[in-house]
């Protein structure tokens, strides 16, 4: 009986524990994985169109564009997505921006399906006490979460961060950058391009901001929230 090397044992065991994968696959060529659940999971907050074309359009765009920027570089196509991005400066100037762009695009869109599919409401235990500590409570951090995604002028995200000792803190970003680009991690985002919430909401940013809180899956995050501290949240 063949055995398997210990740390891909390990892998196994971890990937098995949970019913649906906390860690998109990580090196290339890269595949857009199918949404976690229904199209029409996230409504009335997010419509069924816009999920089906932000996921099958954008992020499919996204990774397309990852795969052809990495065609010719094999050797950067094999390292984990966290890598390429948190060494974004060492990686050629030929292709860079294109890497931040759709490298960036197909973490943030990984991420951003994860955490949704839920129905709201408050995570318990670790995660709450550190929103409590960190962030001053659930009703500070919605408050100032949705202020970062507000003023992000333009494209791109609101993010609550998670470093190894579980501390939050909430930043955005413009564009497909993320807080990933600097080593770090994140716990749950929120997209404020206009293809995120444009059908619905037209320009109320602020009322899809609001909205949003309503479909997260705080036991996804939770999860998420444990991998970061133990070191093993990929993206
Ligand atoms: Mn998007």
Do not use: C
Request: no cysteine; proline share 6%.
């Amino acid at each position: 009986m063949p055995v398997l090397p210990r740390r891909a044992a390990l892998a196994l065991s971890g990937a098995a524990l949970f019913a649906r994968p906390v860690f998109a696959q990580t090196t290339g060529p890269f595949s857009l994985a199918p949404l976690p659940y229904a199209a029409d999971a996230n409504e009335p907050h997010i419509d069924a169109q816009t999920m089906t074309i932000h996921h099958g359009r954008h992020h499919a765009a996204y990774v397309s564009n990852l795969n052809t920027a990495l065609k010719d570089h094999g050797q950067i196509a094999a390292m984990p997505l966290q890598t390429i991005l948190a060494r974004l400066p060492e990686m050629p100037d030929s292709i860079r921006a294109a890497l931040r762009n759709n490298g960036g695009g197909h973490a943030n869109h990984a991420m951003f399906w994860q955490v949704m599919g839920g129905k709201g409401g408050e995570p318990g235990g670790d995660l709450a006490a550190a929103i409590a500590r960190d962030l001053g409570g659930m009703e500070k951090m919605k408050a100032d979460f949705n202020r970062a995604g507000l003023t992000q002028f333009g494209s791109g995200w609101a993010f609550v961060t998670v470093d190894r000792a579980g501390k939050l803190a909430i930043v955005n970003r413009p564009n497909q950058d993320t807080p990933m680009m600097e080593g770090g991690r994140v716990l749950f985002g929120n997209d404020v391009w206009e293809h995120a919430y444009y059908l619905k909401y037209q320009n109320r940013r602020a009322d899809y901001l609001g909205a949003w809180w309503n479909v997260l899956n705080w036991a996804e995050i939770a999860k998420r929230y444990t991998a970061a501290r133990d070191g093993s949240l990929a993206i």
